[in-house]
């Protein structure tokens, strides 16, 4: 008689362990079910927005995808493929802002731009880096990341770290190396 309660335990532990492994991976489906992943809550393909200020048009955005996360705790509007900007000033002149991925904090009037970033003026001025902010409220640019600056008059200049107005009148540089133009050079 003992043998065979040996033997109906060790048959019945092979159907009883199957089952409760099965209950955990029910109960894990259940919980992946539940769980609420990060999602958009609005999505747009092939964007082409137009800002204005008085009747005249102070931007134009132009991205091939818009996640919109305006319904979480920090929200913040993603563009994953990048994003092409036109800003105008006062007198109509353009500056354009190009990166291969942005994000705009909502709240705070910052966007996040990375990858490839290039800025340019009319005036033939360009910036690269790999990260750069802008302020929106004061429309001022601004990186940690390394950069190259290039004017058509004075020549260019490579560092780590800079700060500007959106036309480039202002320009502030931390640590910089730099070739200047003969024209340019000044007796000091």
Known sequence: MN????IKMVLLSFFIIP?????????????????????PTGEAD???LKYTDS?????????PRMLDYSGVKFPFTE?????????????AKRTFVKSDYAVSFKGTDIIDLRGNVRISSENGQQLTTEQLYFDQKNEWFFTEKNFKFTDPKSGSTTGEGID???????????KVKGLLNESAKTKI
């Open 3 to 6: 043998h065979k309660l040996k």
């Open 19 to 39: 089952f409760f492994w099965s209950c955990e991976s029910n109960f894990k489906d259940v919980q992946k079910f539940y769980f609420s992943e990060f999602m």
């Open 46 to 48: 092939t964007i082409n």
């Open 55 to 63: 009747g005249k048009i102070t931007a134009i955005l132009m991205s």
């Open 79 to 91: 563009f994953p493929k990048g994003i092409d900007l036109t800003l105008y000033d006062k007198n």
């Open 164 to 174: 500007f107005n959106k036309d480039f009148t202002r320009v502030n540089f931390q």
